[in-house]
């Protein structure tokens, strides 16, 4: 089992930057693929961004060129920083692991999700 812990989530204007970090703990050896979800109320989550162990990374098309994901694989940290933030980047955005090389609707482990709200 592996259990993850978002932070950063908060309250920014349009335009501003926030850094989401999530700490990955239990069975940290076999984790793969890292990511972030989001999702707004009343629609499903949706991948955001993910970055395989090798440091490989995916980025949904609208946060291409303002999101930045990394991660650490020594300290078991996977970060989203968001820049150019917009309103309707407003979400709870949840961190994910995944033991296998999957990108896509259902990894295995989620956190418990961080708000994200961004005030226009």
């Known amino acids: 089992q592996v259990q993850l812990v978002e932070s950063g989530g908060g309250l920014v204007q349009d335009g501003g930057s926030l850094m989401l970090s999530c700490v990955a703990s239990g069975s940290i050896s076999g984790i793969y693929v890292m990511g972030w979800y989001r999702q707004v109320s009343g629609r499903q989550r949706e991948l955001v961004a993910a970055i395989s162990r090798q440091g490989n990374t995916y980025y949904v098309a609208d946060v291409k060129g303002r999101f930045t994901i990394s991660r650490d694989n020594n300290k078991s940290t996977v970060s989203l920083q968001m820049n150019y933030l917009k309103p309707e980047d407003t979400a709870v955005y949840y961190c994910?692991?995944?033991?296998?090389?999957?990108?896509?609707?259902?990894?295995?482990?989620w956190g418990q999700g961080t708000q994200v709200t961004v005030s226009s």
């Open positions: 994910t692991a995944d033991t296998r090389n999957y990108v896509g609707a259902n990894p295995q482990y």
